[in-house]
């Protein structure tokens, strides 16, 4: 059995290499992917943020929903200054 084996070094960098190995072959198929399927901005979050509601909107919508009548509304929208 002599000449067959790295030594006590081969059971410390074989599963070391081995994880390398592996690490570099993921990386490569993910990059592969992505380059493949488009745009990089697509996994990106969008960075504008929805237009934010108004008083007099949530106002409207409460009107709408019949929470009050339109006397109400009139006093509250006249409250509000708009």
Do not use: C, Q
């Amino acid at each position: 059995m002599m000449g067959w084996g790295a030594g006590w070094y081969g059971m410390i960098f074989g599963p070391l290499i081995m994880i390398l190995v592996l690490a570099a072959l993921i990386s490569a198929i993910v990059l592969l992917v992505r380059w493949l399927g488009g745009s990089w901005h697509a996994f990106e979050t969008p960075r504008h943020a929805p237009p934010a509601r108004t008083a007099f909107d949530i106002l409207r919508e409460r009107y709408a929903r019949g929470e009050f009548n339109k006397e109400e509304f009139e006093e509250r929208r006249r409250v509000l200054g708009d």
